[in-house]
């Protein structure tokens, strides 16, 4: 088990943080039987080029698993989230969603702070 570090900055991994690969593994966390790669091509609109580059980085960090077989005389590849890269996705998520958190505090607080200064006019309070 990974020791998480307190500052959630340091826990926004590179690997989910492209908006490509967000969209790839919030599509795969939708289902257990996998996703086919056209079906995946269609929902992220990446070409197959650009989709495969993605996949092989993914692959290679063990976050997925790329299977191939022929259905009939066609070939078919699905995609699947391995537990591994579930897990180190739903990291992910919680470090973004408490950074998030920490900027929409910080937004909120500030505006509350923050006083309008116009020359020849009371401040108001923005």
Known sequence: MSIKPENPYQRLKRIFHEPSRLAILS????TANGVSFNELKKECQLTDGNLSRHLKTLEDARII?????FMGNRPRTTIFLTDEGRQSFVEYLNALEEVLRKA???LTARKKRKILRVPGINPVKA
């Not at 599509?27 to 939708?30: E, G, K």
């Not at 698993?65 to 077989?69: G, L, M, S, T």
Request: with cysteine; aromatic share 0%; charged share 40%.
């Open 27 to 30: 599509l795969l966390c939708s």
């Open 65 to 69: 698993r790329v299977e191939k077989r």
């Open 104 to 106: 929409e505090t910080s």
